[in-house]
């Protein structure tokens, strides 16, 4: 199984300020034939399910604000809140959807200093 | 809007079997792929089962196989996940989600719990 390491395991972050949390797999998510990281990023805030944020490691789902964004590629990837809101407090998760089974991080918990 | 409604999750003894249920609607839900996923208190989410929009395939994680059943009902918009011989591990709440693409998931349910102990 392909295994995904986030990190840190929590952060607290000011309002306005910038978040980022890491996501590496422990093999690489690109597919070399159509040039695609097969990563995703959800959100998941206290007692709601998860909702997906982000895929191809970079691609905003519709609806997402822009302040959310993805990079990286290969096996370390990155997503960013640029300016935190309150509404941004939530766990966030990775997920590879290139390798059987997909798997998940174990959560970042991002919450206001 | 989509919509996935979980239900039949409840307390179950080691060794017992529940079926829980996911009511689709607001898509065309005979038009794709679902899945269930799970996550365990304070642990990771875990996906557990897939299914094509016809049915015809599935596919489970190796804690599950052998135990669990995945099925739909295109006609009722239903999903459903027969869990046989439980454990005290498959303790979680199981998670209906709709297959964006290749089990990335797009829409989830609210999760139903199901306890397993005795």
């Known amino acids: 199984d392909i295994v995904m390491t986030q990190s840190p395991d929590s952060l607290a972050v000011s309002l306005g300020e910038r978040a980022t949390i890491n996501c590496k797999s422990s093999?690489?998510?690109?597919?070399?034939?159509?040039?695609?990281?097969?990563l995703g990023w959800y959100q998941q805030k206290p007692g709601q399910p998860p909702r997906l944020l982000i895929y191809?490691?970079?691609t905003r789902e519709s609806g997402v604000p822009d302040r959310f964004s993805g990079s990286g590629s290969g096996t370390d990837f990155t997503l960013t809140i640029s300016s935190l809101q309150a509404e941004d407090v939530a766990i966030y998760y990775c997920?590879?959807?290139?390798?059987?089974?997909?798997?998940f991080g174990q959560g970042t918990k991002v919450e206001i200093k | 809007d989509v919509q996935l409604v979980e239900s039949g999750g409840g307390l179950v003894q080691p060794g017992g079997s529940l079926r829980v249920s996911c009511a689709a609607s607001?898509?065309?839900?005979?038009?794709?792929?679902m899945n269930w996923v799970r996550q365990a208190p304070g642990k990771r989410l875990e996906w557990i089962s897939h299914?094509?929009?016809?049915?015809?395939?599935?596919n489970y994680a190796d804690s599950v196989r052998g135990r669990f059943t995945v099925s739909r009902d295109n006609a009722k918009n239903s999903l459903y996940l027969q869990m046989n011989n439980l454990r005290a591990e498959d303790t979680a709440v199981y998670y209906c989600?709709?297959?964006?693409?290749?089990?990335?998931?797009?829409?989830w349910g609210q999760g139903t719990l199901v306890t397993v102990s005795s």
């Open positions: 093999q690489s998510l690109f597919y070399s034939s159509n040039k695609k990281n097969f």
């Open positions: 607001g898509f065309s839900f005979s038009e794709y792929q």
């Open positions: 989600a709709r297959d964006k693409w290749v089990q990335l998931f797009d829409y």
């Open positions: 299914i094509s929009s016809s049915g015809y395939t599935v």
């Open positions: 997920q590879q959807y290139f390798g059987s089974p997909r798997t």
């Open positions: 191809w490691a970079s």
